[in-house]
C-alpha cells in the first residue's frame, strides 16, 4: 500500500450546545448559583460595618446574571429566590428573623425577584444568541473548508487522465479534513486493486477505539471481491467503508477511520460525496480507454475497408480499361471488317447489274432466277453493314449534349416517314415533349427507329396508330429506382396498336442481331433497337418495352433533362468506310 505522509491532527469543527450550561449536569448548573448567591452574602457581610448600604440587593444581581451566563435561566432564578430569602433574613429586618407581616417588604421582595429574572432572561438570550452566532460561524467555516475540500479533490481527479497518480492526494487530502485515517483500493483492470492510503492508522481495538487498518482493509477487499453489502455507515461510527461503483459495478472503497469520536452526518455525506466523484472520475477514465479502444478497432476497420475498397476500384478501373481496350478493338474491327465487306459486295452488285443488263436474253429462267437471289443476298449484306456501321457510330461519332427540342424532332422524324405512313394507311399523333440536353443527331435516330419499327410491325388490315408522348417526373418507375438518380426526367412513351410480341422477350430484343419473326414477313437487320438502347445508354437514360400480343407495344425512354457529366468527348475512330474508295485508299 501507498503511504503518504499527512498531518494527524483532526482539524475538525466541533458544534456548540444551543442552551448556556448545556454541557453541564443539572446539579452543577445550580451549585453556581448557590455558590455565587452565597460568596455575594459572606461578602455583604463583610463590608456592612464600614459601607451603609441603601438596599440590600444590588450585589446579589451580580451572581445571578453570572449564574444566567453560564448555568442558563432556571439556575438563574433559582438564585434570584435564594437571594431574596437571604435579603429578607439579614438585611430587610432584625438580623436572623424574617419579615412576614409588613406589606413594604414584600413588595420590595417582589420588585427583587421579577427584576432578577427579567435580566436573567435578558442575559441568559443574550449567551445562547451569541454561541448561535458562534455556532453559525464555525458551521459556515467547516462548510467552506468541505467545499474548497471537494474542490481540490475534483481538481486532483479533474487534472490528469491518469487517477491513479490523483488517488494519493485525494487520500492526503481526506487528513484531517474528514479523518485521521484514509484509505483507497481502486481495481482499473483485471488484476489487483491499487491502494493508496494517507493518515495515521487506527490503533488496535480496545473499549470503543475503531477498529484497525488490516480489518478495514479486509472489509474493503470484501467489497471489491463478491460484491457484498457494505459495512454499516451510519452516523456516529468511529470507521467508514464506502463503495466506489460505476454502471458496470463496484471498482473499488474508501476507508475512513478516526482516533476519537464518530462520524456525524455531515461527515458521511461528505464521505459519500467523495467517493462519488472518485466513481466519476474513475468512470471518465474507463469511458476513454473503452473510446480509445474503439478508436483503434475503428480505424482498424476502416483501414481494412479501405484497402478492400482501393482493391476493388484498382480492379475496376482494370476492368474498365480492358472494355474500353475491347471496345475500341471491336469500333476498329467493325469499320475495318465493314470496309472490306462492302468493296466485295459492290463489285458482286455492280457485276450482277451488268451481267443482268447485257446477257439477260442468254440466261435461262433458273439463271436469272440465281441472278436474282444473288442480288438480294448482296442487298441484305448492304444493309447488315450499314447497321452494323450505324451501331458503332453511337459513340465512335458522338456530338456534345446541347439544348435539344423534342417535338421539332419527332416533328422532323414523321415528315420523312411520310410515305412509308401514307403506303400503309396510319397515322401519328405527336403530343408535347420537352427540351432536353442530348446530342440531336441520336435524338433524331432515335425518334426514326421507334417510330418506324411502329409503323412497319403493324396487323394486317389495321391500319397503324402511333401515339407519342412525353412529360417531365421526378417519380422513377421501380424496375429503373436502382439505376437512375433521383432527379428530373423525361418520360417519353411511344405507343402503337401493332401485332406486339410475348413479355417475355422484351429485353432480347434491345440486343444486336435479335430478330422475333423471319425475314419473310418483316424487313430488317435486328439491329435498330440495339442502336435506341445505346443511344438512350449514353445520355444516362433507360429504354423499356411493355406489349401485349396481338394489341400493340409501348416503348418508355426516361432521359435526364440536364446532364450530370460532360458529354462524351469525339474520339479519333477509324477512317468511315463510307468514305473511303475502293482499293482502300480515302
Excluded at 207 to 221: R, T
Aim: charged content about 20%; glycine content about 8%.
Amino acid at each position: 500500500m501507498t503511504q503518504v505522509s499527512s498531518p494527524t491532527s483532526a482539524g475538525r469543527a466541533l458544534a456548540l450546545p444551543d442552551a448556556p450550561g448545556a454541557g453541564l449536569p443539572p446539579a452543577a448548573r445550580y451549585a453556581v448559583g448557590l455558590v455565587g448567591v452565597v460568596v455575594t452574602l459572606l461578602l455583604q457581610l463583610a463590608v456592612e460595618p464600614f459601607i451603609q448600604q441603601e438596599t440590600p440587593f444590588l450585589l446579589f444581581f451580580a451572581p445571578i446574571l453570572l449564574t444566567a451566563w453560564t448555568a442558563g435561566l432556571r439556575p438563574a432564578i433559582a438564585a434570584t429566590l435564594l437571594a431574596a430569602v437571604l435579603a429578607n433574613y439579614f438585611f430587610l429586618g432584625a438580623r436572623g428573623a424574617f419579615i412576614l407581616d409588613d406589606t413594604g417588604v414584600w413588595l420590595a421582595l417582589a420588585v427583587f425577584i421579577a427584576e432578577g429574572a427579567l435580566f436573567s432572561a435578558l442575559v441568559a438570550a443574550l449567551h445562547q444568541a451569541r454561541q448561535r452566532a458562534e455556532a453559525a460561524r464555525h458551521q459556515a467555516e467547516a462548510g467552506q473548508e468541505r467545499m474548497a475540500f471537494l474542490a481540490d479533490v475534483s481538481t486532483a481527479l479533474s487534472g490528469s487522465t491518469d487517477v491513479a497518480r490523483a488517488l494519493p492526494a485525494v487520500a492526503a487530502r481526506a487528513v484531517p479534513t474528514l479523518a485521521d485515517w484514509c484509505a483507497l483500493a481502486v481495481r482499473f483492470d483485471e488484476g489487483g486493486p491499487q491502494r493508496f492510503a494517507a493518515g495515521a492508522p487506527p490503533p488496535p481495538p480496545h473499549g470503543g477505539a475503531p477498529p484497525p487498518a488490516p480489518a478495514l482493509e479486509a472489509h474493503m477487499d470484501a467489497l471489491l471481491a463478491d460484491d457484498a453489502p457494505a459495512p454499516d455507515s451510519a452516523p456516529g461510527r468511529a470507521a467508514l467503508v464506502l463503495p466506489i461503483a460505476v454502471r458496470e459495478g463496484r471498482v473499488g472503497a474508501l476507508a475512513l477511520a478516526r482516533h476519537a469520536g464518530g462520524f456525524g452526518p455531515d461527515d458521511l455525506a461528505l464521505a459519500e460525496e467523495v467517493a462519488r466523484r472518485v466513481a466519476n472520475a474513475i468512470e471518465a477514465v474507463l469511458l476513454f480507454r473503452a473510446s480509445q479502444q474503439l478508436n483503434v478497432e475503428l480505424e482498424r476497420r476502416v483501414q481494412e475497408r479501405t484497402r478492400e475498397v482501393e482493391a476493388a476500384l484498382n480492379e475496376l478501373r482494370a476492368a474498365n480499361a480492358r472494355l474500353e481496350l475491347s471496345n475500341r478493338e471491336l469500333e476498329q474491327f467493325a469499320y475495318v471488317a465493314s470496309h472490306d465487306l462492302q468493296e466485295p459486295l459492290r463489285k458482286i452488285q455492280a457485276f450482277g447489274d451488268r451481267l443482268k443488263i447485257k446477257a439477260a436474253p442468254q440466261l435461262s429462267d433458273d439463271a436469272r432466277d440465281y441472278l436474282a437471289r444473288m442480288q438480294s443476298a448482296a442487298g441484305r449484306m448492304q444493309t447488315l453493314i450499314n447497321d452494323l456501321l450505324a451501331f458503332s457510330r453511337v459513340t465512335s461519332k458522338a456530338q456534345p449534349f446541347v439544348p435539344v427540342d423534342l417535338g421539332q424532332v419527332a416533328r422532323e422524324v414523321v415528315a420523312d416517314l411520310e410515305a412509308r405512313i401514307e403506303q400503309t394507311g396510319g397515322r401519328v399523333e405527336l403530343g408535347l415533349l420537352p427540351t432536353v440536353m442530348a446530342d440531336p443527331l441520336q435524338m433524331r435516330q432515335l425518334f426514326q427507329n421507334l417510330l418506324g419499327n411502329a409503323l412497319k410491325f403493324h396487323r394486317a388490315g389495321v391500319p397503324p396508330v402511333v401515339r407519342v408522348s412525353g412529360e417531365v417526373t421526378a417519380a422513377l418507375p421501380p424496375a429503373t429506382q436502382a439505376v437512375l438518380t433521383p432527379e428530373p426526367y423525361c418520360r417519353i412513351a411511344v405507343a402503337d396498336n401493332g401485332i406486339g410480341f410475348d413479355p417475355k422477350y422484351g429485353d432480347r430484343i434491345f440486343n444486336v442481331f435479335q430478330r422475333l419473326h423471319g425475314r419473310g414477313q418483316y424487313e430488317g437487320s435486328g439491329v435498330g433497337l440495339a442502336i435506341c438502347r445505346k443511344i438512350v445508354e449514353r445520355h444516362a437514360g433507360t429504354i423499356a418495352a411493355d406489349s401485349v400480343p396481338g394489341e400493340g407495344t409501348t416503348f418508355i425512354v426516361m432521359l435526364p433533362i440536364r446532364q450530370g457529366q460532360p458529354a462524351l468527348p469525339e474520339r479519333a475512330a477509324p477512317p468511315d468506310p463510307a468514305q473511303v474508295a475502293p482499293g482502300g485508299q480515302p
